[in-house]
């Protein structure tokens, strides 16, 4: 995980696959250095495919700002379980938490782009959004 801290809305990248999380990752810290929260999250507990709502919660923690983070997922597991890990913020922080309909790798990308310009969490969700449409 690479936390950061910044007014920017933080970008949350979960996926099955470790090692596509970190490269999902190392491609949005490449194209936006170090002005976005940044954290991601991928495997099981036990450090196979999967995921975990304790990953989660912490890459959310990581890359928390106030002004909010957005989450890309990989599957179905990995929206639900980030599901859970939003609930478990509270209602006040899940209200600042928005789980993305959007492709995971580009969408982080255009995502965090989006908000290196400090664009609130609204118009963060909605750009890389527009990529599923």
């Known amino acids: 995980m690479t936390p950061a801290r910044s007014a920017n809305v933080g970008i949350v990248i979960v996926s099955h696959s470790p090692l596509v999380a970190q490269g999902a990752a190392d491609m949005v810290r490449q194209m936006v250095g170090d002005c976005v929260p940044l954290a991601w999250t991928g495997g099981n507990v036990e450090g196979g495919l999967g995921t975990h709502v304790a990953g989660i919660l912490a890459a959310i923690e990581a890359a928390w700002s106030e002004a909010g983070v957005a989450i ?3 599957l179905g597991g990995a929206e639900t379980n980030s599901e859970a890990a939003v609930e478990m913020l509270g209602p006040a922080r899940a209200a600042k938490a928005a ?3 959007a ?3 580009e ?3 255009v995502a965090a782009a989006e908000a290196s310009g400090g664009s609130p969490l609204a118009r963060v969700v909605a750009t890389a959004e527009e990529l599923s449409a």
């Open 103 to 105: 492709p995971l790798v």
């Open 107 to 109: 969408g982080a990308v």
């Open 72 to 74: 890309f997922v990989d």
């Open 99 to 101: 789980i993305c309909n």
